[in-house]
């Protein structure tokens, strides 16, 4: 089997999905922009060859890298960045080879538009959010005369949380409309829940052959607004009432033959049109593993090996030799700015944590607005235990 890894050196962790590749008797080709010396050695020894452009947003160059992976080893079998940044090119470059092993062009459109996703929610029977295609002032006031303020106004093409904002009342509106950028803009009305993942990786039917959950206590879009830190983490186990929408979500979205991260909120409070409190609504989808470290913390959750899972869905279609029963944790992200005084110091938090840290590592610049620019990771045992080592790490003075 031919596959190619786009991007395989960011985040630096991903050369693991190119490991458990090669493990699997898989001949892994590499596209990226990082010179190769920089690339790092646990990812050269993975690669068979490893193909630079000078950039992957230029399809031409993609294309002829591709051309010349199909001349020197045959047909490719595989493409994939598991990157959100990279879905649409591994849509286009599936398409153009006739790669029928992932999702195409058609896919990709159903998952690009926030607008969009709400059909596929619907048809799994998940309640959405009324929503407005943000277009004149006056037609934005005549949807908030229905849904009230606060509201919510974010790309309707974008990943993460940046360029969301909350707007609380018609000075915000105005505000917005005087300074948004020139892109299609969705507005929703605001749900007060607690933001909650279905993550895992699906079968060539949409089944998942893993799942599990991370949980985030403060909204990304408040962290990155104010330049707070974020905390969360991987839950010790998938409440039922989760698995049950995470399910009917991954079959109603087709989500085949690749990892996945489904976003819920889980109302905080009674909704009328959209549930009781505890109930989950629709927030969003990304057909990719969560952002930056979580496939490690998910590792670290759950006592399994996630690329591994993975790499065996590409290969067998299964997951083999791998026990998914193994002893389940909170694993817990905590992260902090530069700049702010923080009470307690680093060194400090290694005497504390130091022999039960599982990451502690700079975070590269691309993760920092909503990760921050240092993290500290850990698994717990029990909520107090969670919560305290949140605090520790992140109460400033």
Request: net charge negative; hydrophobic share 35%; with cysteine.
């Amino acid at each position: 089997m031919n596959f190619v890894f786009i991007s395989p050196h960011f985040p630096k962790t991903y050369w693991n999905f190119c490991d458990r590749l090669k493990r699997n008797g898989v001949n892994v080709l590499g596209i990226g922009d990082a010179p190769y010396d920089e690339i790092p050695d646990e990812l050269k020894a993975t690669l068979t060859e490893y193909y630079r452009v000078d950039s992957l947003a230029d399809y031409d160059q993609m294309v002829r890298a591709m051309g010349y992976f199909t001349h020197e080893y045959g047909k490719i079998d595989w493409v994939e960045s598991n990157n959100e940044y990279w879905l649409e090119l591994d849509a286009a470059l599936r398409t153009d080879f006739n790669i029928n092993t992932g999702a195409k062009n058609d896919f990709i459109e159903r998952i690009k538009f926030k607008s969009k996703m709400k059909d596929s929610y619907r048809a799994a029977g998940v309640p959405v959010a009324r929503h407005h295609m943000v277009s004149t002032l006056e037609a934005a006031k005549e949807f908030i005369k229905q849904v009230g303020y606060p509201v919510i106004v974010k790309p309707d093409n974008g990943c993460g949380a940046e360029a969301t904002y909350k707007l609380e009342n018609e000075n915000d509106l105005v505000d917005f409309y005087a300074s948004r950028p020139e892109v299609p803009y969705i507005m929703e009305e605001f749900i007060n829940g607690t933001i909650v993942s279905f993550d895992g990786v699906a079968d060539s039917h949409c089944v998942p052959l893993f799942y599990t959950s991370n949980y985030f206590p403060t909204p990304i879009m408040d962290i990155v607004n104010t330049q707070g830190d974020l905390a969360y983490w991987t839950q010790k186990r998938v409440p039922e009432d989760l698995r049950k929408v995470g399910f009917a979500t991954i079959k109603a979205f087709g989500a085949k033959s690749r990892f996945f991260h489904c976003e819920f909120f889980r109302l905080n409070e009674d909704k009328e049109g959209l549930g009781k409190k505890g109930d989950y609504v629709a927030l969003e989808v990304n057909m990719r593993p969560a952002g930056g470290y979580t496939p490690d913390m998910i590792n670290f959750a759950n006592s399994v090996d996630c690329y591994q899972i993975w790499a065996d869905m590409v290969c067998f279609d299964e997951v083999r030799n791998l026990d998914l029963n193994g002893p389940h944790y909170y694993c817990v992200y905590a992260g902090r700015r530069d700049g702010v005084q923080y009470l307690h110091t680093h060194e400090q938090i290694m005497t504390r944590y130091g022999s039960r840290m599982k990451m502690c590592d700079r975070l590269p610049d691309a993760l920092a607005l909503d990760m921050g620019n240092q993290m500290y990771v850990i698994n717990a045992v029990t909520e107090k235990e969670r919560d305290n080592f949140i605090r520790f790490v992140q109460q400033r003075v």
